[in-house]
Antibody
């Protein structure tokens, strides 16, 4: 069955970078995309961006442009999210989700379990 | 940027009652590109429905959507205790945006 398994929690200092992985099982990775969404403590869901496993197209939310990089490694069916210049307000649970091969279709249907990233000095 | 505003912030209802959640969009969109998610604490968000009536696998027909243009609703008929969660609407026809969520509490 479809599963997205994310890497474990991270604790980082302000100014550092973090890289979260998301390994896909149960479907052909290159025929879908991966979205990244985060949830800060007590807050709602915030979309960060999307990468197509099919075309390689990438779209970042304006909020994160310049600080985020999304990549895929098709040989291992794994997507990566790297966030740089971390601040305390980047403390959040980061989710990956299976999205469409194209940017606007379909919605994100299967989600990873989330990775807690804590930024603290 | 499209902004989604959900209301009410919290709904507190009894089992068996009907919940109506609202999602107002800052500009007219096609219902094709609107999705609803259920999110329980400590779990991953779960896709419920997208478009006019496309329920995700395993989602019971107690969950229904309606609306068009800028005003959309998610209706949960016959509430059950396991429906306690935060519900988000999302526009996905471009840069994805979420509403701020509606918390449904079961008394």
């Amino acid at each position: 069955q479809v599963q997205l398994v994310q890497s474990g929690g991270e604790v980082k200092k302000p100014g550092a970078s973090v890289k979260v992985s998301c390994k896909a099982y149960g479907y052909t990775f290159t025929t879908f995309g991966v979205s990244w969404v985060r949830q800060a403590p007590g807050q709602g869901l915030e979309w960060m961006g999307w990468i197509s496993g099919y075309t390689g197209d990438i779209r970042y939310a304006q909020t994160f442009k310049g600080r985020v990089t999304m990549t895929t490694e098709t040989s291992t069916s794994t997507a990566y999210l790297e966030l740089r210049s971390l601040r305390s307000d980047d403390t959040a649970k980061y989710f990956c989700a299976r999205g469409g091969r194209y940017f606007d279709w379909p919605p994100d249907d299967f989600w990873g379990q989330g990775t807690l990233v804590t930024v603290s000095s | 940027e499209i902004v989604l505003t959900q209301s009410p912030g919290t709904l507190s209802l009894s089992p068996g009652e009907r919940a109506t959640l609202s999602c107002t969009v800052s500009q007219s969109i096609s219902s094709t590109y609107l999705a609803w998610y259920q999110h329980k604490p400590g779990q991953a968000p779960r896709l419920l429905i997208h478009g006019a009536s496309s329920r995700a696998p395993g989602i019971p027909d107690r969950f229904n959507v309606g609306g068009s243009g800028t005003d959309f609703t998610l209706t949960i008929s016959r509430l059950e205790p396991e429906d306690s969660a935060v519900y988000y609407c999302q526009h996905f026809g471009g840069p994805r945006t979420f509403g701020q969520g509606t918390k449904v509490e079961i008394k």
